[in-house]
């Protein structure tokens, strides 16, 4: 099983990303997928989540109104949409699954390798 989360870049504060996590060996439609972020010096902290049966969503109070996750179950993806980007937000995003459908994703089994984010002032 493997996550795999693509999408990271630089950009300029205020700018826009759209992360993308996709999955081999996992379909991941079935599960509540969580975005981390990790910057350094700083402990990993919990983005976003959305369940599958209901879409339910979570963000963390210091991303509301400005990220929003969704997935694509065609194509078996789920998105972070990154908007109002600001150097705060500079970090490694990666995606996650416990295997449960409830958010949160307090502990997960699965991660991918996560994609650099980041934000210039």
């Known amino acids: 099983v493997q996550l795999q989360a693509s999408g990271g870049g630089l950009v300029q504060a205020g700018g826009s990303l759209r992360l993308s996590c996709s999955a081999s060996g996992l379909t991941l439609d079935y599960y509540a997928i969580a975005w981390f972020r990790q910057a350094p010096g700083k402990e990993r902290e919990g983005v976003s989540c959305?369940?599958?049966?209901?879409?339910?969503?979570r963000y963390a109070d210091s991303v509301k109104g400005r990220f929003t996750i969704s997935r694509d179950n065609a194509k078996d993806t789920v998105y972070l949409q990154m908007n109002d980007l600001k150097p705060e937000d500079t970090a490694v995003y990666f995606c996650?699954?416990?295997?449960?459908?409830?958010?949160?994703?307090?502990?997960?089994?699965?991660r991918g390798q996560g994609t650099q984010v980041t934000v210039s002032s």
């Open positions: 959305i369940s599958p049966s209901d879409g339910k969503t």
């Open positions: 996650a699954t416990g295997l449960e459908v409830l958010c949160p994703v307090a502990a997960y089994d699965y």
